[in-house]
Nanobody, 124 residues
Framework: QLQLVESGGGLVQPGESLRLSCAATGLTLEHYAVSWFRQAPGKEREGVSCINWNGGSTNYLDSVKGRFTISRDNAKNTVYLQMNRLKPEDAGLYYC?????????????????WGKGTLVTVSS
């Protein structure tokens, strides 16, 4: 069965860190660019970060630059999102999505697969 499964969410205090994982089963993630999205209650989904198939190109939402780092381990079929210095406005349901893509770019549209999300809560 082809699927993406996110993990690593949880409840943290402002300033703390979390590392999210997006693990693929049934597909070779190396052939895909992967993006992370988030959606807070009452707000639209927004693209947070993306990474191309080999990790050579990344992109970040302005509000997370310098705090979040996306990376991938194709041998483990997993993409990570390291989130440091978390803020209450970072809270939401975080999704990963994969788009089969051999170019140097990464994107926030045109995905082949979506995960179901992992919840991040940032509160004191």
């Amino acid at each position: 069965q082809l699927q993406l499964v996110e993990s690593g969410g949880g409840l943290v205090q402002p300033g703390e860190s979390l590392r999210l994982s997006c693990a693929a089963t049934g597909l070779t993630l190396e052939h895909y660019a992967v993006s992370w999205f988030r959606q807070a209650p009452g707000k639209e989904r927004e693209g947070v970060s993306c990474i191309n198939w080999n990790g050579g190109s990344t992109n970040y939402l302005d509000s997370v630059k310098g705090r979040f780092t996306i990376s991938r381990d194709n041998a483990k079929n997993t993409v990570y999102l390291q989130m440091n210095r978390l803020k209450p406005e970072d809270a939401g349901l975080y999704y990963c999505a994969a788009r089969r893509e051999a170019s140097t770019g990464c994107y926030y549209y045109g995905f082949d697969y979506w995960g179901k999300g992992t919840l991040v809560t940032v509160s004191s």
